[in-house]
């Protein structure tokens, strides 16, 4: 009978090391579960005010110093949306339908993330994106048309405004967004994405092309609420508006092909 490591007849130094290994693997999954629940967490449901924390309670809040000062708790309740849509079907889970415009309130594609409400900084404590007439030590390359007095052609051929500067950004060095002047009496001043813009040059010029959208929904695009700044928040409800309209734009973008 081999004895070594044996404390007793039944018990021994490897059976103690699986033991303690089993208790050290169940607490990594519960201490990653708690951890995993300060994003998302409580959840929320279409039944009014449930907020279901799942299997585990949640974990005791964890406090972030962000660069601004601020501090940020989690886990935290997220506010409750108020959604402009009705369910389809009448059990849980079916999809739902849009009841005004889906673009102007936030559903599908053109849903945003409700970031900070301040612009990004840069390691400078600089506003990270701002328009090139801010930026002055930024410039297009003489390589490239710079499309700044050209017309914005949206996707039904229509003239929706000129471009009347570029937003760069500082930390990336490149362009984010194209801003569009709406011609008067509107005299709105409308941000497209960069990656949703096209510049086409040709020997009369250039133009600079939208397909995303429509001309009459450059009215309704939300805009920054500073002229000189743009918001996370603001970058992200920008982004989804005009993305969105790949699929809401035209009713022939809606549903299947065939």
């Known amino acids: 009978m081999h004895t070594t490591g044996a404390i007793t007849n039944y018990i021994d130094v490897a059976q103690l090391t699986l033991y303690a290994f089993w208790i050290f693997f169940a607490g990594l999954i519960i201490y990653l579960i708690l951890e995993s629940k300060r994003e998302g967490f409580p959840m929320i449901t279409n039944r009014a005010g449930e907020r279901p924390n799942g299997i585990l309670p949640l974990p005791t809040p964890k406090i972030f110093k962000l660069r601004n000062g601020q501090t940020k708790a989690v886990p935290w309740a997220e506010p409750l949306d108020v959604l402009n849509v009705r369910p389809t079907s009448p059990w849980e889970g079916a999809p739902y339908e849009p009841l005004g415009n889906p673009m102007i309130d936030g559903l599908g594609p053109a849903a945003y993330t409700l970031r900070d409400p301040h612009p990004e900084l840069d390691y400078h404590g600089h506003h990270r994106t701002v328009p090139m007439r801010i930026a002055s030590d930024h410039w297009v390359a003489p390589e490239d048309p710079d499309p700044r007095g050209m017309d914005v052609i949206a996707c039904d051929g229509l003239v929706a405004g000129t471009v009347a500067d570029l937003w760069v950004d500082r930390t990336e060095l490149l362009c984010r967004f194209v801003e569009v002047a709406l011609p008067d009496p509107l005299a709105r001043h409308v941000l497209v994405p960069m990656e949703l813009v096209q510049v086409a040059v040709h020997a009369r010029g250039g133009v600079v092309k939208v397909v995303s959208v429509t001309a009459e929904m450059f009215k309704t695009a939300p805009v920054t ?34």
């Open 225 to 258: 609420e500073s002229p000189d700044a743009i918001t996370s928040r603001e970058e992200d409800r920008i982004a989804a508006y005009f993305a969105s309209g790949h699929l809401y734009a035209t009713p022939s973008r809606m549903g299947p092909l065939i």
